[in-house]
């Protein structure tokens, strides 16, 4: 594996169907996808010629499988569980992603007439996602330490952010670590000092709107920002209890939208 490197006599091989051109997102389990509607209501919207599926796969090890049986596929999306473990399949990887350890965006090129011969470059746009979206929210003269709830793969893009401005972090999760609180650690005190917490978990998503982290929200001010990186429901439990105490609120659609139209930049960039 390797970084991206500029010279790259790679294309993908021309579709008996035209121009037609495939993209994806792999996951599991996959529910009401994001992406999908994006993408396609953006191909119709600009009348642009490709399709957008959804590839429900258990195991990362049959992302084989996805490229080689889609040979038109150009460009896959990346979520849980696997941001982290399709690393291992890439040929190359981008330097902010290599960084932050985790992967959302991956863009195939194959040789001309060559379907079986392909090459994987991981990315990560959840990073300028949720920077551009967090940032206006932001009061330096209050926000200054952050708490991420979780330790998956977009949580490694959250922390880097918050590293980038300057902002003290650490991570919330049921076990223990030098990085980290657990959520029983989680007290007044602690949360008077972190007036930002990040939900990177996938708690609270729709069918289980009645679900929300495990943090004692009656501590919770109007200095508080709270940020969820679930978009459905629109405002979750976790949102909606940090609000009824006066919190600053926010969801993650706004950084999905962004994450996606970075994307699309990277698949379709020559």
């Given at each position: 594996?390797?970084?991206?490197s500029k010279n790259n006599n790679i294309h993908p091989p021309k579709s008996p169907l035209g121009d037609l051109?495939?993209?994806?997102?792999?996951?599991?389990?996959?529910?009401?996808?994001?992406?999908?509607?994006?993408?396609?209501?953006?191909?119709?919207?600009?009348?642009?010629?490709?399709?957008?599926?959804?590839?429900?796969?258990?195991?990362?090890?049959?992302?084989?499988?996805?490229?080689?049986?889609?040979?038109?596929?150009?460009?896959?999306?990346?979520?849980?569980?696997?941001?982290?473990?399709?690393?291992?399949?890439?040929?190359?990887?981008?330097?902010?992603?290599?960084?932050?350890?985790?992967?959302?965006?991956?863009?195939?090129?194959?040789?001309?007439?060559?379907?079986?011969?392909?090459?994987?470059?991981?990315?990560?746009?959840?990073?300028?996602?949720?920077?551009?979206?967090?940032?206006?929210?932001?009061?330096?003269?209050?926000?200054?330490?952050?708490?991420?709830?979780?330790?998956?793969?977009?949580?490694?893009?959250?922390?880097?952010?918050?590293?980038?401005?300057?902002?003290?972090?650490?991570?919330?999760?049921r076990s223990s670590g030098n990085d980290r609180f657990t959520y029983k650690d989680l007290n007044q005190n602690?949360?008077?000092?972190?007036?930002?917490?990040?939900?990177?978990?996938?708690?609270?998503?729709?069918?289980?709107?009645?679900?929300?982290?495990?943090?004692?929200?009656?501590?919770?001010?109007?200095?508080?920002?709270?940020?969820?990186?679930?978009?459905?429901?629109?405002?979750?439990?976790?949102?909606?209890?940090?609000?009824?105490?006066?919190?600053?609120?926010?969801?993650?659609?706004?950084?999905?939208?962004?994450?996606?139209?970075?994307?699309?930049d990277i698949w379709t960039q020559k």
């Open positions: 594996m390797n970084n991206v051109r495939i993209y994806g997102l792999i996951g599991f389990p996959l529910k009401h996808s994001f992406s999908s509607k994006f993408f396609i209501e953006k191909f119709a919207r600009e009348g642009i010629n490709a399709e957008y599926l959804d590839f429900e796969i258990e195991d990362i090890l049959k992302i084989r499988e996805v490229i080689l049986l889609n040979p038109y596929l150009y460009g896959l999306n990346i979520t849980i569980p696997y941001k982290e473990k399709v690393i291992a399949f890439l040929h190359e990887i981008s330097p902010e992603a290599e960084k932050i350890g985790a992967v959302n965006v991956i863009k195939v090129e194959r040789r001309p007439n060559d379907m079986y011969f392909y090459k994987l470059t991981g990315y990560n746009t959840d990073y300028i996602g949720f920077k551009n979206s967090i940032a206006p929210l932001i009061r330096p003269e209050i926000h200054k330490k952050a708490l991420i709830l979780g330790t998956g793969g977009a949580s490694k893009a959250v922390r880097q952010v918050f590293e980038d401005m300057n902002i003290e972090w650490k991570y919330v999760s602690i949360l008077h000092e972190y007036k930002i917490i990040v939900n990177c978990s996938p708690v609270g998503t729709f069918p289980n709107v009645n679900e929300c982290p495990d943090i004692p929200y009656e501590f919770l001010t109007p200095e508080h920002l709270l940020y969820d990186l679930v978009y459905n429901p629109a405002e979750t439990l976790f949102l909606k209890t940090g609000k009824a105490q006066g919190a600053t609120i926010k969801n993650g659609a706004e950084m999905l939208e962004l994450q996606a139209l970075a994307a699309w």
